[in-house]
């Protein structure tokens, strides 16, 4: 199964993404978590992208569509499917996208924006694992449930370069939900419970399109 989950920032896409993958046996890929290896480790990619994340800004199209079919052309991809995160952002990445590969079902994940802002700048994430925590659930506490990792908040998780993230999937990823909607490939799950309220809803969804 080849699945894309599409939402807002702060829509819960990489929690969500870790379960389906951990329970579907498939590769997770996220762009964002791609782009943030190549900043990390200071390639030429990651200055590039770096620049643009900073700001809230998407990063161009064709650095983003390369990395992407590097990455769906790797050999864990080809045998049970896979999950995009993040990925495509834009009416030209799906397009990119509908040219080289198949996809089963793209899975919406739809919350409020009045929700989105809180839960992106309380957001903290884990050094080690990735997952991701709201501030006030952690009582102060700065280690991760799952892997006792040192918990961060990222660099673009500021309200200023929030409120641009927001206006740029308003304006450049909403766009997708009626794309998909029009290829009949769209399934649409309420965000606004906690992690497990949604991913039972997921996990409905797919089990029905496994049969
Ligand atoms: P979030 O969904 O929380 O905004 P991500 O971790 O998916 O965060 O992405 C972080 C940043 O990486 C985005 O704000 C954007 O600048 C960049 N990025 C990620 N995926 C894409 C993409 N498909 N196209 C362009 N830029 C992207
Ligand atoms: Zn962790």
């Known amino acids: ?23 579907y046996g ?3 890929i996220s762009t964002g978590d791609i782009f943030r290896a190549h900043m990390k480790a200071e390639t030429p990619v990651g200055i590039i992208a770096k620049s643009y994340i900073d700001k809230g800004q998407l990063v161009p199209d064709d650095i983003t569509c390369e990395i992407v079919e590097s990455r769906l052309a790797q050999d864990d991809c080809r045998k049970n499917g896979y999950m995009l995160d993040g990925f495509p952002r834009t009416i030209p990445q799906a397009e990119m996208l509908d040219g080289i590969e198949q996809i089963d079902a793209v899975i919406n994940i739809d919350v409020d924006m009045s929700l989105l802002m809180d839960r992106l700048c ?11 925590y709201h501030v006030s659930r952690l009582n102060g506490s700065n280690t991760c449930e799952k892997c006792g ?5 990222r660099k673009d998780d500021n309200p200023e370069t929030v409120s641009s993230r927001l206006q740029v999937y308003t304006a450049q990823t909403a766009p997708l939900i009626a794309y998909y909607t029009k290829k009949g490939l769209l399934i649409n799950v309420q965000g606004g419970g906690t992690p497990d309220e949604v991913f039972v809803q997921v996990r409905e969804k797919l089990d029905a399109l496994n049969k």
Do not use: D, W
Request: hydrophobic share 30%.
């Open 26 to 28: 498939m590769p997770h």
């Open 122 to 132: 309380g957001r903290r994430v884990c050094k080690s694992c990735g997952e991701s």
């Open 149 to 153: 990792g040192e918990l961060f908040q």
């Open 1 to 23: 199964m080849n699945i894309i989950l599409l939402g807002a920032p702060g829509a819960g896409k990489g929690t969500q993404a870790s379960r389906i993958t951990e329970t």
